[in-house]
Protein backbone atom coordinates (compact mmCIF):
# COMPACT_ATOMS: atom_id res chain seq x y z
CA UNK A 1 0.00 0.00 0.00
CA UNK A 2 2.68 2.20 -0.69
CA UNK A 3 0.42 4.90 -2.87
CA UNK A 4 -2.39 5.12 -0.17
CA UNK A 5 -3.20 6.69 2.59
CA UNK A 6 -4.54 4.40 5.59
CA UNK A 7 -7.29 5.41 9.13
CA UNK A 8 -7.37 2.65 10.88
CA UNK A 9 -8.18 2.07 14.92
CA UNK A 10 -5.12 1.53 17.50
CA UNK A 11 -5.70 1.23 21.17
CA UNK A 12 -9.48 2.67 20.59
CA UNK A 13 -8.06 5.73 18.59
CA UNK A 14 -8.57 6.57 15.01
CA UNK A 15 -4.53 6.55 13.62
CA UNK A 16 -3.19 7.21 9.67
CA UNK A 17 -0.52 5.54 8.05
CA UNK A 18 0.98 8.38 5.65
CA UNK A 19 1.47 6.58 2.08
CA UNK A 20 4.83 5.71 1.28
CA UNK A 21 5.94 5.51 4.90
CA UNK A 22 7.08 2.60 7.75
CA UNK A 23 7.16 5.10 10.68
CA UNK A 24 4.63 4.36 13.49
CA UNK A 25 1.25 5.62 12.68
CA UNK A 26 0.07 9.58 13.67
CA UNK A 27 -2.87 9.95 15.72
CA UNK A 28 -5.93 12.53 14.24
CA UNK A 29 -6.65 13.55 17.04
CA UNK A 30 -3.74 15.80 16.71
CA UNK A 31 -5.05 18.83 15.29
CA UNK A 32 -1.97 18.92 13.02
CA UNK A 33 -1.83 15.58 12.04
CA UNK A 34 -5.63 16.10 10.31
CA UNK A 35 -4.48 18.88 8.39
CA UNK A 36 -1.63 17.09 7.12
CA UNK A 37 -4.19 14.39 6.16
CA UNK A 38 -6.68 16.86 4.78
CA UNK A 39 -3.90 18.37 2.34
CA UNK A 40 -3.15 14.72 1.00
CA UNK A 41 -6.58 14.33 0.17
CA UNK A 42 -7.23 17.41 -1.15
CA UNK A 43 -3.90 17.65 -3.50
CA UNK A 44 -5.24 13.88 -4.46
CA UNK A 45 -1.78 12.64 -3.81
CA UNK A 46 -2.88 9.52 -2.52
CA UNK A 47 -5.87 7.31 -1.95
CA UNK A 48 -7.48 6.92 1.37
CA UNK A 49 -8.63 3.63 2.57
CA UNK A 50 -10.33 2.98 5.72
CA UNK A 51 -9.32 -0.47 7.58
CA UNK A 52 -12.33 -2.01 9.21
CA UNK A 53 -11.31 -3.67 12.26
CA UNK A 54 -10.69 -6.62 11.83
CA UNK A 55 -12.03 -7.72 14.97
CA UNK A 56 -15.79 -6.95 13.50
CA UNK A 57 -15.64 -8.31 10.03
CA UNK A 58 -16.07 -11.83 9.27
CA UNK A 59 -14.63 -13.27 6.48
CA UNK A 60 -14.73 -16.10 4.02
CA UNK A 61 -14.13 -17.88 1.08
CA UNK A 62 -17.15 -18.99 -0.58
CA UNK A 63 -18.18 -21.68 -3.58
CA UNK A 64 -21.73 -21.97 -4.87
CA UNK A 65 -23.41 -23.73 -8.15
CA UNK A 66 -23.85 -22.61 -11.44
CA UNK A 67 -27.73 -22.74 -10.59
CA UNK A 68 -26.95 -20.62 -7.38
CA UNK A 69 -24.54 -18.69 -9.37
CA UNK A 70 -28.22 -16.48 -10.91
CA UNK A 71 -29.77 -15.52 -7.66
CA UNK A 72 -26.47 -15.18 -5.34
CA UNK A 73 -26.69 -11.97 -4.41
CA UNK A 74 -30.32 -12.27 -2.78
CA UNK A 75 -29.13 -15.56 -1.45
CA UNK A 76 -25.74 -14.86 -0.08
CA UNK A 77 -27.17 -14.20 3.46
CA UNK A 78 -29.39 -17.20 3.91
CA UNK A 79 -26.32 -19.36 2.56
CA UNK A 80 -24.34 -18.15 5.57
CA UNK A 81 -26.72 -17.60 8.26
CA UNK A 82 -26.14 -20.67 9.90
CA UNK A 83 -22.43 -19.39 10.78
CA UNK A 84 -23.99 -16.56 12.67
CA UNK A 85 -25.48 -16.67 15.85
CA UNK A 86 -27.15 -12.80 15.51
CA UNK A 87 -30.12 -12.40 13.07
CA UNK A 88 -29.03 -11.99 9.34
CA UNK A 89 -31.12 -8.84 9.41
CA UNK A 90 -28.68 -7.17 11.62
CA UNK A 91 -26.12 -7.85 9.57
CA UNK A 92 -24.49 -6.29 6.35
CA UNK A 93 -23.09 -8.18 3.47
CA UNK A 94 -20.38 -7.33 0.96
CA UNK A 95 -18.71 -9.52 -1.49
CA UNK A 96 -16.46 -9.53 -4.43
CA UNK A 97 -15.86 -12.39 -7.27
CA UNK A 98 -13.43 -14.57 -7.36
CA UNK A 99 -13.96 -16.67 -9.78
CA UNK A 100 -17.25 -18.16 -12.19
CA UNK A 101 -18.66 -19.99 -8.50
CA UNK A 102 -16.34 -18.44 -6.14
CA UNK A 103 -16.57 -15.18 -4.09
CA UNK A 104 -15.00 -13.65 -0.93
CA UNK A 105 -17.70 -12.53 1.82
CA UNK A 106 -17.11 -9.73 4.31
CA UNK A 107 -20.28 -9.83 6.94
CA UNK A 108 -20.26 -7.41 10.27
CA UNK A 109 -23.16 -5.87 11.82
CA UNK A 110 -24.94 -2.78 10.16
CA UNK A 111 -24.50 -1.37 14.04
CA UNK A 112 -21.09 -0.96 13.38
CA UNK A 113 -21.17 -0.15 10.18
CA UNK A 114 -23.17 3.21 11.59
CA UNK A 115 -20.84 3.64 14.35
CA UNK A 116 -18.21 3.98 12.13
CA UNK A 117 -19.41 6.33 9.56
CA UNK A 118 -20.41 8.85 12.53
CA UNK A 119 -16.41 8.15 13.64
CA UNK A 120 -15.20 9.42 10.18
CA UNK A 121 -17.77 12.40 9.47
CA UNK A 122 -15.09 14.41 10.36
CA UNK A 123 -12.72 13.45 8.15
CA UNK A 124 -11.97 13.58 4.31
CA UNK A 125 -14.12 11.07 2.84
CA UNK A 126 -13.21 7.63 1.96
CA UNK A 127 -14.57 5.07 -0.18
CA UNK A 128 -12.83 2.12 0.59
CA UNK A 129 -13.60 0.32 3.50
CA UNK A 130 -11.28 -2.67 3.61
CA UNK A 131 -10.87 -5.31 6.63
CA UNK A 132 -7.77 -4.63 7.97
CA UNK A 133 -6.41 -8.35 7.35
CA UNK A 134 -6.63 -7.91 3.54
CA UNK A 135 -4.28 -4.88 3.56
CA UNK A 136 -1.47 -7.16 4.98
CA UNK A 137 0.86 -8.75 2.26
CA UNK A 138 0.25 -12.19 1.01
CA UNK A 139 1.09 -14.59 -1.52
CA UNK A 140 -0.66 -18.17 -2.17
CA UNK A 141 0.51 -20.79 0.14
CA UNK A 142 1.45 -17.77 2.55
CA UNK A 143 -0.10 -16.88 6.08
CA UNK A 144 1.15 -13.44 7.21
CA UNK A 145 0.69 -12.86 10.61
CA UNK A 146 1.31 -9.29 12.73
CA UNK A 147 1.64 -9.01 16.47
CA UNK A 148 0.85 -5.40 17.69
CA UNK A 149 -0.13 -5.34 21.31
CA UNK A 150 -2.74 -6.89 22.47
CA UNK A 151 -4.35 -8.22 19.49
CA UNK A 152 -2.76 -10.66 15.93
CA UNK A 153 -3.85 -9.62 12.88
CA UNK A 154 -3.59 -12.39 10.07
CA UNK A 155 -4.10 -13.11 6.62
CA UNK A 156 -3.78 -16.77 5.11
CA UNK A 157 -6.39 -16.22 1.62
CA UNK A 158 -7.22 -13.83 -1.06
CA UNK A 159 -10.17 -12.83 1.07
CA UNK A 160 -9.27 -14.98 3.98
CA UNK A 161 -8.19 -13.58 7.69
CA UNK A 162 -8.77 -12.34 11.01
CA UNK A 163 -8.17 -10.01 14.01
CA UNK A 164 -8.25 -11.78 17.36
CA UNK A 165 -6.60 -11.06 20.86
CA UNK A 166 -3.33 -12.66 21.65
CA UNK A 167 -5.25 -14.20 24.72
CA UNK A 168 -7.75 -16.18 22.35
CA UNK A 169 -5.14 -16.83 19.26
CA UNK A 170 -4.06 -20.10 20.32
CA UNK A 171 -7.29 -22.67 19.27
CA UNK A 172 -6.99 -20.27 16.09
CA UNK A 173 -3.80 -21.06 15.10
CA UNK A 174 -3.69 -24.56 15.94
CA UNK A 175 -6.28 -24.75 13.13
CA UNK A 176 -4.47 -23.41 10.60
CA UNK A 177 -1.29 -25.13 11.50
CA UNK A 178 -2.61 -28.02 10.38
CA UNK A 179 -3.72 -26.40 6.90
CA UNK A 180 -1.38 -28.32 3.80
CA UNK A 181 -2.17 -25.01 1.76
CA UNK A 182 0.27 -23.42 4.04
CA UNK A 183 3.73 -23.53 2.78
CA UNK A 184 5.24 -20.07 4.62
CA UNK A 185 4.85 -18.38 7.47
CA UNK A 186 5.38 -14.99 7.32
CA UNK A 187 5.55 -12.87 11.08
CA UNK A 188 5.97 -9.15 11.81
CA UNK A 189 6.46 -8.14 15.37
CA UNK A 190 8.25 -6.67 17.87
CA UNK A 191 9.67 -8.99 20.38
CA UNK A 192 10.63 -12.30 18.60
CA UNK A 193 11.00 -14.63 21.58
CA UNK A 194 7.54 -13.59 23.23
CA UNK A 195 5.39 -13.92 19.97
CA UNK A 196 6.69 -16.69 18.42
CA UNK A 197 5.82 -18.62 21.37
CA UNK A 198 2.35 -18.06 20.48
CA UNK A 199 2.87 -20.10 17.08
CA UNK A 200 1.82 -23.88 16.76
CA UNK A 201 4.99 -25.85 15.84
CA UNK A 202 3.99 -26.43 13.00
CA UNK A 203 4.23 -23.03 11.82
CA UNK A 204 7.39 -22.22 13.48
CA UNK A 205 9.21 -24.39 11.10
CA UNK A 206 8.10 -22.34 7.92
CA UNK A 207 8.19 -19.04 9.49
CA UNK A 208 9.67 -16.09 8.20
CA UNK A 209 10.82 -13.22 11.04
CA UNK A 210 10.56 -9.95 10.10
CA UNK A 211 10.58 -6.99 12.80
CA UNK A 212 8.33 -4.47 11.69
CA UNK A 213 4.19 -3.56 12.82
CA UNK A 214 1.10 -2.94 10.59
CA UNK A 215 3.00 -0.17 8.97
CA UNK A 216 5.97 -2.64 8.29
CA UNK A 217 3.63 -4.57 6.62
CA UNK A 218 1.98 -1.98 4.50
CA UNK A 219 4.65 -0.60 2.69
CA UNK A 220 5.01 -4.47 1.29
CA UNK A 221 1.40 -5.01 0.53
CA UNK A 222 0.31 -4.76 -3.67
CA UNK A 223 -2.73 -2.51 -4.57
CA UNK A 224 -5.41 -4.58 -5.36
CA UNK A 225 -7.93 -2.99 -7.54
CA UNK A 226 -10.88 -5.08 -6.94
CA UNK A 227 -10.42 -5.85 -3.03
CA UNK A 228 -13.60 -6.50 -0.84
CA UNK A 229 -15.01 -3.37 -0.11
CA UNK A 230 -17.62 -2.88 2.49
CA UNK A 231 -19.03 0.26 1.43
CA UNK A 232 -21.54 -1.76 -1.23
CA UNK A 233 -25.05 -1.60 -1.54
CA UNK A 234 -27.40 1.13 1.12
CA UNK A 235 -24.17 2.12 2.64
CA UNK A 236 -22.31 2.52 -1.61
CA UNK A 237 -20.96 5.62 -1.89
CA UNK A 238 -23.21 8.35 -3.61
CA UNK A 239 -22.82 11.10 -5.76
CA UNK A 240 -22.34 14.38 -4.32
CA UNK A 241 -25.10 15.92 -5.60
CA UNK A 242 -25.79 18.99 -3.03
CA UNK A 243 -21.91 19.95 -3.74
CA UNK A 244 -22.45 20.26 -7.31
CA UNK A 245 -25.50 22.38 -6.96
CA UNK A 246 -23.73 24.78 -5.00
CA UNK A 247 -20.94 24.87 -7.31
CA UNK A 248 -23.59 25.33 -10.56
CA UNK A 249 -26.34 26.73 -9.31
CA UNK A 250 -25.51 30.19 -10.43
CA UNK A 251 -24.71 28.49 -13.80
CA UNK A 252 -28.26 26.88 -13.61
CA UNK A 253 -30.04 29.87 -12.86
CA UNK A 254 -28.57 32.09 -15.70
CA UNK A 255 -29.13 29.01 -18.47
CA UNK A 256 -32.47 28.89 -17.29
CA UNK A 257 -33.31 32.88 -17.46
CA UNK A 258 -31.45 32.78 -20.88
CA UNK A 259 -33.75 30.23 -22.05
CA UNK A 260 -36.76 31.43 -21.13
CA UNK A 261 -35.71 34.86 -23.23
CA UNK A 262 -35.25 33.14 -25.65
CA UNK A 263 -38.39 31.26 -25.77
CA UNK A 264 -40.23 34.41 -25.23
CA UNK A 265 -38.23 36.00 -28.17
CA UNK A 266 -39.00 32.78 -30.34
CA UNK A 267 -42.86 33.10 -29.41
CA UNK A 268 -43.03 36.72 -30.02
CA UNK A 269 -41.56 36.07 -33.21
CA UNK A 270 -43.91 33.51 -33.93
CA UNK A 271 -46.86 35.31 -33.15
CA UNK A 272 -46.11 38.21 -35.28
CA UNK A 273 -45.45 36.21 -38.69
CA UNK A 274 -48.82 34.33 -37.67
CA UNK A 275 -50.21 37.91 -38.22
CA UNK A 276 -48.54 39.00 -40.97
CA UNK A 277 -49.55 35.44 -42.74
CA UNK A 278 -53.16 36.01 -41.74
CA UNK A 279 -53.36 39.35 -43.34
CA UNK A 280 -51.17 37.88 -46.42
CA UNK A 281 -53.76 35.10 -47.00
CA UNK A 282 -56.82 37.30 -47.10
CA UNK A 283 -55.26 39.85 -49.49
CA UNK A 284 -54.53 36.71 -52.01
CA UNK A 285 -58.37 35.81 -51.37
CA UNK A 286 -59.64 39.42 -52.48
CA UNK A 287 -57.42 38.92 -55.45
CA UNK A 288 -58.24 35.46 -56.29
CA UNK A 289 -62.23 37.01 -55.97
CA UNK A 290 -61.69 39.91 -58.11
CA UNK A 291 -60.99 37.03 -60.96
CA UNK A 292 -62.81 34.40 -59.79
CA UNK A 293 -66.09 35.26 -57.77
CA UNK A 294 -67.68 32.01 -57.24
CA UNK A 295 -65.88 28.57 -55.84
CA UNK A 296 -64.42 27.36 -53.03
CA UNK A 297 -60.92 28.64 -52.29
CA UNK A 298 -58.36 26.08 -50.90
CA UNK A 299 -54.57 27.39 -52.65
CA UNK A 300 -55.62 30.28 -54.89
CA UNK A 301 -52.37 30.84 -56.85
CA UNK A 302 -52.08 26.86 -57.59
CA UNK A 303 -56.13 27.37 -58.65
CA UNK A 304 -55.47 30.10 -60.72
CA UNK A 305 -52.10 28.94 -62.18
CA UNK A 306 -54.31 26.01 -63.70
CA UNK A 307 -56.84 28.18 -65.20
CA UNK A 308 -54.51 30.22 -66.94
CA UNK A 309 -52.25 26.81 -68.01
CA UNK A 310 -56.08 25.87 -69.36
CA UNK A 311 -56.32 28.87 -71.82
CA UNK A 312 -52.78 29.15 -73.09
CA UNK A 313 -51.38 25.53 -73.29
CA UNK A 314 -49.31 25.76 -70.49
CA UNK A 315 -48.46 23.88 -67.35
CA UNK A 316 -47.67 20.17 -68.02
CA UNK A 317 -49.33 19.19 -71.06
CA UNK A 318 -50.25 21.37 -73.98
CA UNK A 319 -53.26 23.11 -73.68
CA UNK A 320 -56.64 22.35 -75.96
CA UNK A 321 -56.24 25.91 -77.98
CA UNK A 322 -52.39 25.31 -78.55
CA UNK A 323 -53.14 22.03 -79.52
CA UNK A 324 -55.74 22.51 -82.25
CA UNK A 325 -54.25 25.36 -83.94
CA UNK A 326 -50.99 23.53 -84.91
CA UNK A 327 -52.94 19.87 -85.64
CA UNK A 328 -55.34 22.34 -87.84
CA UNK A 329 -52.90 23.82 -89.77
CA UNK A 330 -51.68 19.99 -90.33
CA UNK A 331 -55.35 19.27 -91.71
CA UNK A 332 -56.05 22.13 -93.48
CA UNK A 333 -52.75 21.79 -95.85
CA UNK A 334 -53.78 18.36 -96.80
CA UNK A 335 -56.25 18.63 -99.71
CA UNK A 336 -59.29 16.80 -99.35
CA UNK A 337 -58.77 16.35 -95.20
CA UNK A 338 -62.02 16.37 -93.25
CA UNK A 339 -62.11 16.93 -88.95
CA UNK A 340 -65.01 13.84 -88.11
CA UNK A 341 -64.56 14.25 -84.18
CA UNK A 342 -61.87 15.52 -81.62
CA UNK A 343 -61.82 14.94 -77.62
CA UNK A 344 -59.18 16.46 -75.23
CA UNK A 345 -58.42 14.59 -71.93
CA UNK A 346 -57.37 17.61 -69.51
CA UNK A 347 -55.54 15.23 -67.41
CA UNK A 348 -53.57 13.60 -70.28
CA UNK A 349 -53.50 16.50 -72.04
CA UNK A 350 -53.94 14.43 -75.32
CA UNK A 351 -56.16 14.92 -78.47
CA UNK A 352 -57.72 12.08 -80.16
CA UNK A 353 -58.76 13.17 -83.83
CA UNK A 354 -61.42 11.02 -86.12
CA UNK A 355 -60.68 12.02 -89.78
CA UNK A 356 -61.26 11.55 -93.21
CA UNK A 357 -58.70 11.78 -96.44
CA UNK A 358 -59.14 10.66 -99.68
CA UNK A 359 -56.46 7.80 -99.16
CA UNK A 360 -54.16 5.43 -97.20
CA UNK A 361 -51.42 7.83 -98.58
CA UNK A 362 -53.09 10.85 -97.14
CA UNK A 363 -53.15 8.91 -93.35
CA UNK A 364 -49.39 9.01 -93.59
CA UNK A 365 -48.41 12.41 -94.97
CA UNK A 366 -50.42 13.72 -92.00
CA UNK A 367 -49.20 11.67 -88.95
CA UNK A 368 -45.65 13.07 -90.63
CA UNK A 369 -46.59 16.63 -90.59
CA UNK A 370 -48.09 16.25 -87.21
CA UNK A 371 -44.57 14.56 -86.46
CA UNK A 372 -42.62 17.62 -87.76
CA UNK A 373 -44.21 20.28 -85.48
CA UNK A 374 -43.28 18.49 -82.42
CA UNK A 375 -45.49 16.50 -81.57
CA UNK A 376 -46.73 13.14 -81.59
CA UNK A 377 -48.95 10.96 -83.68
CA UNK A 378 -50.19 7.70 -83.02
CA UNK A 379 -52.42 6.07 -85.70
CA UNK A 380 -54.74 3.91 -83.06
CA UNK A 381 -56.71 2.32 -86.06
CA UNK A 382 -57.65 3.34 -90.07
CA UNK A 383 -60.11 1.23 -92.60
CA UNK A 384 -61.31 2.37 -95.60
CA UNK A 385 -65.02 4.11 -95.85
CA UNK A 386 -66.48 3.82 -99.63
CA UNK A 387 -64.00 5.86 -101.93
CA UNK A 388 -62.53 7.70 -98.28
CA UNK A 389 -60.39 5.87 -95.62
CA UNK A 390 -61.37 7.08 -91.77
CA UNK A 391 -57.83 7.31 -89.70
CA UNK A 392 -58.72 7.70 -85.56
CA UNK A 393 -55.12 9.12 -84.15
CA UNK A 394 -54.01 10.04 -80.61
CA UNK A 395 -52.18 13.45 -80.89
CA UNK A 396 -50.11 14.71 -77.77
CA UNK A 397 -46.68 16.59 -76.88
CA UNK A 398 -43.12 14.32 -77.40
Keep these: MRDSAVIRWLEGELVWYPPGSSAPPRRLSDEA ?16 IYAAPGADVTLRE ?22 FAADIDTLHFASRPLGKLRMGVAVCEHERMVEWQEALSGLPATNQWIPEPLLLPWQPGELCIVFEGADIVARHGLC ?39 LPAALREKMQWRT ?3 SAALMLAEEDRHA ?26 LFGLAFALQLAA ?39 QRQLDTLRGGGSGAGFLSL ?27 VRLNLVVPDFRAVESIRTRLGATGLSAE ?20
Design 33 to 48: ELEQLRTIVAARRAPL
Design 62 to 83: LGFTAQEKRHIGKSLPFLLEDE
Design 160 to 198: SGFTVERALAGPVLEALAVDPAIASVIVYGEQQERDVEL
Design 212 to 214: GDF
Design 228 to 253: LNLRQGAYGAKLPLDIWWRQWRVAAA
Design 266 to 304: TYAEYSALKADNLVLRQQIETAYRTAVPQGAVVDPEKQL
Design 324 to 350: MERIGRVIQSESGAQLASINFNDKTGD
Design 379 to 398: MENSNAQGSAVRARFRVSEK
